[in-house]
């Protein structure tokens, strides 16, 4: 018997969630990609910096939302300052500089996400409903609290 036929319901039921979630974050970049010329990287970077008061944070604050490595961050953000969505400025009381989200970066965030919003509603929100939608939510929440403290127990050994 190969392990194949050794899963179980609870196995079958992970692997079809990864295969979903798979398949919707690749179909949503491409669309993202195709609509907005956006990667899905830069959306990430452009919606956190249009949450934050200033249009402009720390780049170490931005590394924690983002939980990215410094390294992948610095290419990230010398990419979007090429093409103009981003500027880095000086920091007055920090030893690293800030994240400026510029008017092109804006821009193209407040097109990308009527864009990426209808998509979601779309493939997930919708063929949800509000009933699976509220327990897939409190699932997540679960999940999200269990890897929390998992966290806090590697951190602390």
């Known amino acids: 018997m190969g392990w194949e036929q050794e899963l179980g319901e609870a196995d079958r039921m992970w692997r079809t969630y990864i295969e979903m979630a798979k398949h919707l974050n690749s179909h949503l970049q491409q669309h993202l990609q195709r609509e907005c010329d956006l990667s899905a990287a830069d959306f990430e970077v452009l919606v956190r ?86 327990g897939f939510a409190q699932a997540c929440a679960d999940v999200l609290r269990a890897l929390d403290e998992h966290r806090e127990r590697d951190c602390s050994l």
């Open 49 to 134: 910096l249009t949450e934050s008061e200033r249009r402009e944070m720390p780049v170490a604050e931005v590394a924690a939302a983002t939980q990215w490595e410094k390294s992948r961050l610095s290419h990230q953000l010398t990419r979007m300052a090429q093409r103009g969505l981003v500027e880095r400025v000086d920091s007055h009381d920090r030893r690293y500089p800030d994240v400026r989200l510029t008017d092109k970066g804006y821009a193209a965030i407040n097109k990308a996400v009527p864009e990426h919003t209808e998509m979601v509603h779309a493939l997930f929100i919708d063929v949800l409903g509000p009933e699976r939608l509220a």
